[in-house]
């Protein structure tokens, strides 16, 4: 993720928050199942550190419902910047024995950046997925 002001614009970011919104889905054919649930984790890792930032496990109960959480954090800023470049690692597992079926995992980011100008033209952002 990238956030800066751009050249020459004297703008600097302040506050960045980064989420992401996971929907798992337990794929099975028919309705119900005849064996184990699958638990699903959901894992938002800082690269700089291997620090988790948010966690959270499904247990999907339910054939083809999808579940919805969205996990986020604050980027740790101490001071303003004029550049802001961070990479942050989605993990996406599969846990407990074997079940039935598949998991299917949409997922999108959100992030919000604030700085001290208002003219949102002075602000270039990037959000790359690896």
């Known amino acids: 993720m990238h956030a800066a002001g751009r ?3 004297g703008v600097e970011v302040s506050l960045v928050d980064v989420a992401f919104v ?6 099975l054919s028919g309705e119900a ?3 184990l649930q699958p638990w699903h984790r959901v894992r938002i890792v800082d690269e700089r550190d291997d620090k988790v930032l948010s ?4 247990v999907l109960t339910q054939p083809n419902v999808p579940g919805v959480r969205k996990l986020g954090f ?5 001071d303003s ?13 599969w846990q407990g ?11 999108k980011p959100q992030v919000t950046v604030e700085t001290d100008k208002e003219d949102k ?5 990037t959000f790359t997925s690896l």
């Open 121 to 125: 033209d002075d602000v270039e952002f």
């Open 74 to 78: 604050p980027v740790s800023m101490e």
């Open 22 to 27: 996971v929907e798992p889905r337990w794929e």
């Open 7 to 9: 050249k020459g614009s």
């Open 33 to 35: 199942s005849t064996g």
């Open 97 to 107: 024995a074997p079940a039935e079926g598949a998991i299917q995992v949409g997922w």
């Open 55 to 58: 966690e959270h496990v499904f």
């Open 81 to 93: 910047a004029s550049r802001l470049d961070v990479t942050y690692r989605l993990e996406l597992d």
